[in-house]
């Protein structure tokens, strides 16, 4: 079955970095698009950001760009997410989300646990 | 950026009521709306996709309607597993944008 499986979150202090993975399986990874959404703790849900099923689609919400890149390593079935100049307002669990077949919608009909990052001084 | 609203923000209800839950768009998404439901420490799970289509293995008593800038999320009869948050979220364009969400819970 479908799994998608968080790894690398953390404490870290504010401007530093942090790169989070996701081991996909039970589907052909390089056939969807993939995203990253976190929710801060006692809030709602926040779109971060996509990759295409090949990399040369990506968008990023306005909150990160600059700071966050996503990647994927389709031999691996495995998506990143680089995290650079952490911030306190940054502090959320973040979950990988697949997209639809062959697009890059955010449609996320399988989530990850997701993984707790944590900026704290 | 499209901006997605949700009411009410909460509602209590008992088991077996009806419950529904509207969303609205700052302009209009067509059909691309989807809802989801999110339980503390758990992975959130989508419900209704595309306005009004139930993804597969999501029961019948969730159904999705609208389209333009107007939906709602109608629970038939409410069960005990029900109780959660509920989000609506807009696949039109990117930044793809979720509403507050509604949580709702026992009476």
């Known amino acids: 079955q479908v799994q998608l499986v968080e790894s690398g979150g953390g404490v870290v202090q504010p401007g530093m970095s942090l790169r989070l993975s996701c081991a996909a399986s039970?589907?052909?990874?390089?056939?969807?698009?993939m995203h990253w959404v976190r929710q801060a703790p006692g809030k709602g849900l926040e779109w971060v950001a996509l990759?295409?099923?090949?990399?040369?689609?990506?968008y990023y919400a306005d909150s990160v760009k600059g700071r966050f890149t996503i990647s994927r390593d389709n031999s691996k079935n495995t998506l990143y997410l680089q995290m650079n100049s952490l911030r306190a307002e940054d502090t959320a669990v973040y979950h990988c989300?697949?997209?639809?077949?062959?697009?890059?919608?955010?449609?996320?009909?399988?989530w990850g646990q997701g993984a707790l990052v944590t900026v704290s001084s | 950026d499209i901006q997605m609203t949700q009411s009410p923000s909460s509602l209590s209800a008992s088991v077996g009521d009806r419950v529904t839950i509207t969303c609205r768009a700052s302009q209009s998404i067509s059909s691309s709306l989807n809802w989801y439901q999110v339980k503390p420490g758990k992975a959130p799970k989508l419900l209704i996709y595309a306005a009004s289509s139930l993804q597969s293995g999501v029961p019948s008593k969730f159904s999705g309607s609208g389209s333009g800038t107007d939906f709602t999320l109608t629970i038939s009869s409410l069960q005990p597993e029900d109780f959660a948050t509920y989000y609506c979220q807009q696949s039109y364009r990117t930044p793809f944008t979720f509403g507050p969400g509604t949580k709702v819970d026992i009476k």
């Open positions: 989300v697949r997209g639809p077949l062959f697009q890059w919608l955010l449609i996320g009909d399988f």
């Open positions: 039970g589907f052909i990874f390089s056939n969807y698009g």
């Open positions: 990759i295409g099923y090949y990399e040369t689609t990506k």
